[in-house]
């Protein structure tokens, strides 16, 4: 069964999965993942005919994306993967369906950078469309994070990360359209905290 389900999903982020399987989804044909990596949150939409892009800063992260996607989806033009920074996004205002961010935003460099990050997302997502992130926050672990200054953090795991809290997500959220999931929040034995933030643009 775990076997059956990795060749149907990949090694996709488990919140990611949840949306799948509740069929949040199912309407929507051209995905964007900003910040892709290696494809891992694509291998799914790859396998099932969606139209998808990519972009990620790093070039050996491109590559590998192409690679993955000319194996699962050889109709899928290599040339939707890009590189390119999560402010400066290569596309068109409202043409993508669901926008995918995991574990990209916490690394702002500040709030303003955060905000243009996410501006970003939401300029090339249609009305109606969905965006998907995970990030990490400082809900549930507040009193153990140092604040080293712009809204960045030290972490009990030795990281330092961009860190948001319900404030600024719902503040961020009624920017653009509504939660379509309440935020839920992972908490990693005291170390760090992962949330994931669900909205349908309006």
């Known amino acids: 069964m775990a076997e059956d389900l990795q060749q149907l999903y990949g090694n996709i982020d488990i919140y990611l999965f949840d949306q799948l399987l509740k069929g949040t989804y199912q309407r929507c044909q051209k995905v964007l993942d900003i910040g892709c990596g290696g494809g891992r949150n694509l291998f799914y939409f790859l396998k099932n005919n969606y139209e998808v892009f990519g972009v990620d800063q790093n070039p050996g992260a491109i590559n590998s994306v192409r690679l993955l996607s000319g194996a699962l989806a050889p109709v899928n033009p290599a040339t939707n ?3 390119a920074n999560a402010d400066e996004l290569p596309f068109e ?5 669901l926008v995918i961010s995991s574990a990209v935003l916490h690394f702002a460099r500040d709030k303003s950078h955060f905000d243009a990050m996410v ?5 090339v997502l249609k009305p109606k469309g969905y965006f998907f992130a995970r990030l990490a926050s400082d809900i549930g672990i507040e009193s153990i994070v140092k604040d080293i ?3 960045r953090y030290l972490l009990p795991d030795g990281s330092v990360r961009f860190l948001v809290n319900e404030k ?30 669900c909205v349908q643009k309006t």
């Open 149 to 151: 200054g712009d809204g």
């Open 119 to 123: 501006n970003a997302a939401f300029s």
């Open 168 to 197: 600024i997500l719902l503040a961020s959220t009624h920017r653009f359209g509504k939660l379509h999931e309440p935020i839920k929040t992972t908490n990693v034995q005291n170390l760090r905290c992962m949330t994931t933030w």
């Open 93 to 97: 205002d409202a043409i993508f369906d």
């Open 81 to 83: 993967f890009s590189v």
